[in-house]
């Protein structure tokens, strides 16, 4: 059972009818190491990532506390802190409605990018935000907490992917740079390629937490690549960029070209490749430039169609409303989805699975 789990299912229920890709229990590491053994620094009850009127991404995050001897204020300051070491814009603290509120200390939260509530104004948030916490059983997986459990519960019955789960919940979360976290989640999958299996429901719900991640990096990147390019460049300029955006920068890129062809003993004008199925990957950017601000529902879909097969449940209602309001999100996680089936060679039926869903949920919109 999880720790002030009531508040956490409510903020999970917030975040769903928002839009908002939730996260639950994000495990906050060092991002540079100076010990061999892992050491966690804290962790985060629940962070939500929502879009700017730009594409770009925003980061909110909920600190529940249902204990009697919390202190809201410095509960604040600790979470402002936090929110540094991820990059969050706002943050939400959670304290038991028994608990009074002064508010020159709500005022003084909200200086630093904090709102403190007690867990009875819960709706009245959810209401002024225009969403709600009256989520039905079954209207959306991903917005019930008993699915995360059994999620995060994986690594218990399939050790083999501790560390996949070790990035997915950790890792992911404290890198900055979205060609980073892209790079490094097509490397995870890489690294578990071999253990996966797709007759198995919790195989499947990793792959589709995976093309989320994916999704969630590619939509930073895309939105990015959008306002500098406005229009469709030639093939050579778009690659160009595109990868040094992936690369977090030309000579990063060049660095990066200069070790492979070091590895492969490729000759100095040898053409060399750095990312899995380059062409590929560049044709699904392509296409997410098309409409890059719906990338971010891709991803939120992608997370509801992973429950959804987790829970053995093939199509929610936020399914079809992910597809109603953003009709490029089901063709965006198609095609990521086959991007990683096919560059990281994993059995067909993944891509298969989750494209088949897709299609389903565009065949709905059309009739």
């Known amino acids: 059972m999880l720790k002030d789990r ?30 061999k053994s892992k050491y966690l620094l804290t962790d985060l009850d629940v962070l939500a990532v929502t879009g700017s009127p730009t594409g770009q991404h925003i980061k909110l995050v909920f600190d529940c506390k249902s204990g009697l001897r919390e202190s809201a204020i410095g509960r604040a300051f600790w979470l402002h802190g936090v929110m540094a070491k991820v990059n969050a814009d706002h943050g939400f603290v959670v304290i038991n409605s028994k608990i009074k509120l002064n508010r020159d200390h709500r005022l003084s939260a909200s200086e630093i990018g904090v709102s403190l509530l007690q867990e009875s104004e819960f709706d009245d948030l959810a209401v002024g935000m225009g969403g709600t916490i009256n989520v039905s059983e079954g209207e959306a997986i991903c917005s019930d907490i008993s699915a995360w459990e059994e999620f995060l519960s994986i690594p218990g019955k399939y050790p083999m992917f501790a560390d996949y789960f070790s990035f997915s919940r950790s890792s992911y979360w404290v890198i900055k740079d979205s060609g980073e976290q892209c790079r490094k989640t097509v490397a995870k999958l890489r690294s578990i390629r071999t253990e996966l299996d797709p007759s198995k429901s919790e195989h499947l719900a990793i792959f589709g937490d995976c093309v989320s991640l994916f999704m969630l990096s590619i939509s930073s990147l895309a939105n990015r690549l959008f306002l500098i390019l406005m229009r469709p460049a030639s093939r050579e300029e778009f690659s160009s960029l595109l990868l040094a955006f992936l690369y977090g920068g030309y000579e990063n890129l060049q660095a990066a070209l200069k070790i492979r062809k070091l590895a492969t003993g490729a000759g100095a004008e040898d053409m060399v490749s750095i990312f899995p199925d380059t062409e590929r990957f560049e044709q699904l950017v392509r296409e997410v430039i098309q409409a890059p601000q719906q990338a971010l529902p891709a991803a939120l879909l992608a997370r509801e169609m992973s429950f959804g097969l987790l829970k053995n449940q093939s199509q929610t209602h936020l399914q079809l409303c992910i597809t109603e309001e953003s009709p490029y999100a089901p063709k965006f996680v198609l095609l990521a989805a086959e991007y990683l089936q096919r560059s990281l060679k994993l059995p067909p039926e993944f891509g298969a699975i989750y494209s088949e869903g897709a299609m389903n949920l565009l065949s709905s919109k059309i009739k």
């Open 6 to 35: 009531a508040q956490k299912a409510t903020a999970l229920k917030l975040c769903v009818s928002k839009r908002w890709l939730p996260q639950l229990e994000v495990e906050i590491e060092s991002t540079n190491r100076v010990e």
